[in-house]
């Protein structure tokens, strides 16, 4: 009797085991394999969760999830820009979660006002120069790259990609309408050569005298900065007497039909942790969202900076706008 008790005890004991073994988190995720691995892997190591994931283009993700709707295997999404996020919660794919780690962890202008996503590293969109044709005096602010002394000296990436259409759609919820267009249209009168595919190429015309001046995501510099340190290449942190930085984020939220919610927040509060926040910044270059993690040396070299105070939210709701004021505005 005792014999069949222990087998029945040992039979229990094992399902347990077999469960806690068998936990994991599915993750779709928008960014690249190696940027996020290393991060699944440790915590994998620190909690046994399994984390398997997917990786594609937002765009994609978000359709994907939509069609699977119920049915889905997502317990999380993770995506680059505030708008991209902001879709995902519009589209109801995300769920509202409560968590007091997360409230401290993730400043309250970098994640949704409903609970539905949070942001864990943030990328600062700002103005770079060309060090032996320009001065740090010479410049100011975002809207200043307007000015007649900039004339046939600014080079931009083009409309279409979401950095600058977050960076309008911000400068909309700061100016209102109106003036935001007078803004771009004085951007794009000043341009040198028509905008660039990507941030990468914007800067080498910078430092190769294509144009002085331009606007570029910080990760950008540096990964470009690490490959050909003698470029003349340097940043400015504009707005500092005023609204500060523009500043967006990567981040994540917990799937509406997640099947495994608890795993998915464990996940989520841990990506926001001092342990973890290292890891998620790093790896691309950015600045970690929790304000008590000291960035990267390479990163923190840069300087400090002000940030825009401005919910990144807001890059989400003005988005379809702003692609429509750069249209009129004549930024392709």
Known sequence: MRFMQSIAVSAIFGLAASAISAAEVVVYSARNEQLIK???DAYTKET???VKFITDKEGALLQRLKAEGANTPADMLITVDAGNLWEAAREGLLKPVQSKTLSANVPASLRDPGN?????????RTIYFNSQKVKPADLST???LGDAKWKGRLCLRTSKKVYNQSLVAMLMAEHGEAKAEQIVKSWVGNLATDPFPDDTKMLEAIAAGQCDVGIANTYYYGRLMEKKPNLPLATFWPNQQGSGVHVNVSGAGVVKYAKHEKEALALLEWLSSDKAQNLFADVNMEYPVNP???SDPVVAAWGSFKQNPLNVSKAGELQADAVKLMDRAGYK
């Open 292 to 294: 008590g993690v000291k």
């Open 142 to 144: 975002y809207e200043a």
């Open 48 to 50: 046994g969760v399994a």
């Open 38 to 40: 290393p991060l699944f």
């Open 116 to 124: 539905q996503w949070f942001g864990l590293s943030v990328r600062a």
